[in-house]
């Protein structure tokens, strides 16, 4: 089975786009408007750029209007945005936060959780959340789409402050992840749960490759 998705309809009931680039880490991003009102949403499409500094992004597609997310414009306004660990116990208020809620509602509160303050960010980060991070915004690419849904917003942010909760730590300095339980999207309605780990070792990889690979500080 093939077909090119610009010009050819979908042989399958089910698009596999966005199933195959597979399982996505959730960036549940908090702002907060110029205004001053908190904003709370999840995004499927998150990553990790780069470590020296640490960079991050995230992309957004405008409503079905073609209105741009309050994530895009309140990270714009004051030059921040935070990402919060979604996690499967947190998986109800995650996506309760994916409902597009009218401009000035609290998503924190609709999702029953609670605001904890930043250090650098003026906005506030998921309390129970086991880590979160304190991003200074960089800039944001635009990127036309088809249709007005289809564009899309790619946010750059520089993490400036790391948080992590002291009890998902393991004895030896490392985030205990099956014991979180991250959260990651599948496509479709379909999600998943990071509750199995295993190492591997790139064979050569030594001295300041080896240590990026492995996480040294």
């Known amino acids: 089975m093939h077909y090119a998705p610009g010009t050819e309809p979908c042989p399958l009931p089910f698009s596999p786009f966005k199933s195959c680039t597979v399982p996505r880490p959730i ?56 990402w919060n660990m979604a996690t499967y116990a947190l998986r109800e208020a995650v996506n309760i936060s994916a409902m597009e809620w009218p401009e000035g509602v609290d998503e924190f509160e609709k999702a029953g959780v609670t605001h904890a303050p930043c250090i650098d960010a003026p906005g506030p980060r998921v309390a129970e959340s086991p880590a979160q991070f304190e991003c200074r915004f960089h800039s944001t690419h635009r990127l036309r789409g088809n249709s007005a849904h289809g564009g899309v917003d790619v946010v750059y942010g520089e993490v400036v402050r790391i948080h992590v909760a002291d009890h998902v730590l393991t004895a030896e300095g490392k985030l205990d992840i099956a014991a979180i339980r991250p959260l990651a999207r599948l496509g479709y309605y379909d999600y998943t749960t990071v509750t199995e780990v295993f190492e591997m070792r790139i064979p050569g990889a030594s001295g300041m490759a080896a240590a990026g690979l492995e996480g040294k500080a």
């Open 27 to 82: 960036g549940w991003i908090s702002t907060i408007s110029k205004t001053g009102r908190p904003n709370l949403a999840p995004y499927s499409q998150w990553q990790n750029l780069s470590f020296d500094p640490p960079m991050v992004m995230f992309a957004a597609n405008p409503y079905s209007d073609g209105r741009r997310k309050h994530t895009v414009i309140n990270a714009e306004d004051t030059g921040w945005f935070v």
